[in-house]
């Protein structure tokens, strides 16, 4: 007797059903990892938790990237255009509200609506100093994309921010590079 594929079961589901599941899913994925990270915070502190959140973003960014430009056919070394495309596809964008803006060789993202920040002004928490880890995140997930880009994070907490995003990311490509 064969096992069913889940795949098969997704068939049967409308278009509708199927964007609120990946939103559940990325929701899912984002609750575990803050999970994770509240668990590590309260067994040592907060410098640890995000020593040890570093170093899972550094390996699991590029996993998530390298599938991205799979499922996509995005090629890699494809410039500020392939780096565009990959970042409509992270998990990040199924949960938080965001703006890709690409002004001729620039490119930028905006975080407008972060669930973590959001979470943690709702319970009266500061804002959650995610920019250690951010700069392992797009640093590592641009590479792998294409490592003739560079990053430059133009703000994220701790540092103080507009009331229109949380974090901002600005992508060029290196000197003598087209991108």
Partial sequence: MSKPDFRDYLKELDKETLIEMLSDAGKNWL??????????????????????????????????????MRRHNIPQNGGLDALEKALKYRMYAYVNKQTIERKGDVLRIYMNDCRVQHARTRDG????????????????????????????????????????YWCAWEFTMKEGFDG
């Avoid at 590590?40 to 390298?66: C, H, L, N, P, R």
């Avoid at 995610?130 to 430059?152: A, M, R, S, W």
Wanted: with cysteine; hydrophobic share 35%.
């Fill in 31 to 68: 609750a575990h990892d803050g999970l994770w990270f509240l668990e590590v915070e309260a067994a040592t502190d907060m410098e640890t938790a995000i020593q040890y959140d570093k170093g899972a973003w550094e390996k699991f960014t590029v996993v998530e990237a390298k599938r991205i």
């Fill in 125 to 164: 928490r500061p804002d959650f100093p995610c920019k250690p880890v951010g700069l392992v995140e797009y640093e590592y997930f641009v590479q792998t994309i294409d490592p003739n880009i560079v990053t430059h994070c133009i703000c994220c907490p701790p540092d103080a921010h507009p009331d229109e």
